[in-house]
């Protein structure tokens, strides 16, 4: 039997909180809605066509590559977890070019510095196109031969380029290029990049004749490969060796296996599978496949698809809540006043006698004031005190709070200190308004620290708990791309469960 941790119930304990906040939240959304402001799509980029998220920590290729050692290469950095494409924005207002396609590339960390993205599109579905990549054997794949390329698009060390074959296609057979710029018959168009982070944001002007294809078309097929940037390497790639080094990367058991880390793929294929298709006997290359993205109106998010997977979710986490709720109270029934004050105060807490749990948690504060653990279910405990109160004094309560739940944070040390402090600010961050405290996204970033804990020691249903309100905070925060992420990322591992 799977022991259920005391989170789920402080995740279910803290609901009420809110409750006297409910005017304040009314009257912020009423302002919004009477004046009527919105910012124009044309300014940030457009309306998105398709939001398509990737699997967390899938940044292995074929399963096997790691980084290069180079200090730059973190944990992430080429984990491609969310590919958005916008509708074409035509005569845009206050915004150089007025006439551009935005792509946007979300990563789990690192900076655009150490990635080069190739990201080939078919524009048309006629079967006509390149089936070879823009620099011969940069990334050792092929192409589906149903969509050879029309375009290609470079980004490399945080600057990127599209390349338009002259009269808008060749014949697959052509010449093949070195690294760097490729030679042959091109039209190149310089990309506005925007690096932010983990975010690029590419916006490709729509200015010339062979640009404008992008306004007609009404699918796109898009093939996006992650790699590392080097920029002395053919089509800026870094290779990848049998074991790495500073600008190599590591687990290649052949010339043949593909450069990439991460790239998109079809719901229905596996993307390990693909990058590992290649036969060394003859010499055939692994073949990667397409996403097909309509152009308008297509909301491809995960948040909006997976309505049904949210709702099994929030199911699934209510009745372990209160499993763990009922398994409390019965151990605090039979508990041994004899019986260390921490276990009392965690099973008082768990059993949802409030009253006694901080009682137990005062008395181990006043013998250790800098106790993590204590002053972060403390923390949750004077929160919980602001369900039913004046607003004034409720505001008052959660502020105290806050200030116990920041200091746990800032001394947890081991793993289960850091846990208890995670998990406490992050539930109470969840719980109170956002409107009032402005606490959603910091609560987010709690719980996602909470998650990696859980994944190292392979607890899969907690880090899916702490993935799934991580989501609620994003949700909260109005963020739903970023929410979408993580509510992927809990669906997927409750259902390895």
Not at 93 to 117: C, I, K, M, N, S
Not at 211 to 217: E, I, K, N, S
Not at 488 to 497: G, K, Y
């Amino acid at each position: 039997m799977k022991k259920i941790p005391a989170v789920f119930c402080l995740a279910l304990g803290l609901f009420g909180v809110p409750v006297f906040f409910i005017q304040s939240g009314l009257l912020s959304r009423v302002l919004v809605q009477a004046t009527g402001l919105r910012v124009d799509p044309g300014f940030t980029g457009g309306e998105p066509a398709a939001r398509i998220y990737d699997d967390l920590g899938d940044d292995t290729g074929e399963g096997n590559l790691s980084y290069p050692s180079y200090r730059g290469f973190v944990p992430g950095s080429l984990d491609l977890v969310r590919y958005t494409v916008y509708e074409p924005v035509y005569h845009a207002q206050w915004v150089e070019p007025r006439e551009y396609w935005q792509l946007e590339l979300h990563f789990a960390d690192g900076e655009a510095a150490v990635r080069t993205v190739m990201i080939y599109l078919d524009m048309d579905g006629d079967g006509r196109g390149r089936l070879d990549t823009l620099d011969a054997s940069a990334e050792e794949i092929g192409f589906d031969p149903l969509h050879p390329w029309d375009w290609a698009i470079r980004l490399a060390g945080g600057e990127g380029a599209l390349f338009i074959p002259a009269a808008g296609r060749q014949d697959t057979e052509r010449q093949s290029f070195p690294s760097g710029e490729p030679e042959g018959d091109f039209e190149t168009v310089r990309l506005r990049v925007f690096n932010e982070g983990r975010t690029t944001k590419i916006r490709i002007p729509l200015e010339t004749r062979q640009t404008h294809l992008a306004y007609a078309a009404e699918k796109t097929w898009h093939y996006v490969l992650v790699g590392g940037y080097d920029g002395l390497g053919r089509g800026m790639f870094t290779t990848v060796e049998r074991r790495r080094t500073n600008r190599s990367g590591g687990g290649a058991s052949s010339p043949l296996v593909p450069k990439i880390y991460d790239m998109i793929t079809p719901d229905s294929l596996n993307q390990a599978a693909l990058l590992a298709g290649w036969n060394g006997e003859t010499l055939e290359r692994a073949l990667v496949y397409p996403v097909e993205i309509a152009m308008k109106g297509a909301d491809r998010s995960f948040a909006s698809q997976g309505l049904g997977e949210a709702a099994s979710l929030k199911a699934r986490m209510a009745a372990a809540a209160e499993k763990s709720r009922a398994e409390g109270a019965a151990a605090w029934a039979a508990m041994d006043e004899a019986a260390p004050l921490w276990t009392r105060g965690e099973t008082a807490f768990r059993a949802g006698d409030h009253g006694q749990a901080e009682r137990l948690f005062a008395e181990i504060l006043a013998a250790e004031p800098d106790n993590p653990k204590a002053l972060a279910y403390m923390g949750s405990l004077i929160a919980l005190k602001a369900s039913g109160a004046p607003a004034l004094a409720a505001v008052d309560l959660v502020t105290r709070a806050f200030r116990d739940l920041d200091r746990a944070v800032e001394l947890a040390g081991d793993e289960e200190e850091k846990l208890a402090a995670y998990m406490n600010r992050g539930n109470v961050s969840l719980s109170v308004p956002n409107t009032v405290f402005n606490k959603a996204l910091s609560g987010a970033e709690d719980f996602l620290k909470a998650a990696e804990i859980y994944r190292f020691r392979g607890n899969a249903p907690s880090a899916a708990a702490a993935y799934y309100n991580a989501f609620r905070c994003f949700a909260a925060a109005g963020n739903d791309e970023e929410g979408g992420t993580w509510l992927r990322e809990a669906a997927r591992l409750a259902a390895e469960e």
